[in-house]
């Protein structure tokens, strides 16, 4: 089977790539957490207070831009085309804003000179354990919920990037 060259068709369903974006997010979180555990390897640079900051800022803005879009694309989308997932889509737009407060603590803390500090250090993996229960829920609920609307919407809804404020990554 040869892909499509019409406009606006797909070459891989949303849901597929709405998976592939969560699990981009989960690594990135994960790479974060692990950055800051006792013992975790110095950065190639050597300067970890830095790596640190590049790091979450990168992951938080990446976070945030997910859910932004989801907000304004798909679940805008998926309101109008599909009225029964409302209640649904509310309630994901719900964790967006709980998530959305974890992420900027983490930022206020990522931001705090003394982050390196074991102490800050600790506070920083506690907001970050916390924040990796929330997003695994949400992922996996969004994911058992809307995985389905989202591949049978028309082709003319959105670009993957348009619809969930990122572009899958290229594997």
């Known amino acids: 089977m040869h892909p499509s060259t019409q406009p606006g068709d797909r070459l891989a369903a949303l849901g597929t790539q709405l998976i592939e974006i969560h699990h981009w997010l989960r690594e990135e979180l994960a790479q974060l957490r692990a950055s800051l555990e006792p013992g975790a390897a110095p950065p190639a640079g050597g300067d970890r207070l830095r790596s640190l900051r590049a790091h979450c800022l990168s992951f938080c803005s990446a976070l945030t831009a997910h859910h932004t879009g989801e907000d304004a694309g798909a679940f805008r989308v998926l309101a109008e085309e599909e009225p029964q997932l409302r209640p649904v889509l509310e309630k994901l737009a719900q964790d967006h804003r709980l998530i959305d407060g974890i992420v900027r603590r983490i930022e206020e803390l990522a931001a705090d000179p003394?982050?390196?500090?074991p102490a800050a250090a600790a506070r920083v993996l506690a907001e970050l354990d916390g924040?990796?229960?929330?997003?695994?829920?949400?992922?996996?609920?969004?994911?058992?919920?809307?995985i389905a609307a989202l591949d049978a919407l028309r082709a003319d809804a959105g670009s993957a990037e348009e619809l969930f404020g990122l572009a899958p990554p290229a594997w």
């Open 114 to 117: 003394t982050v390196a500090d």
């Open 131 to 146: 924040l990796t229960a929330i997003v695994e829920s949400h992922f996996g609920f969004e994911e058992r919920t809307i």
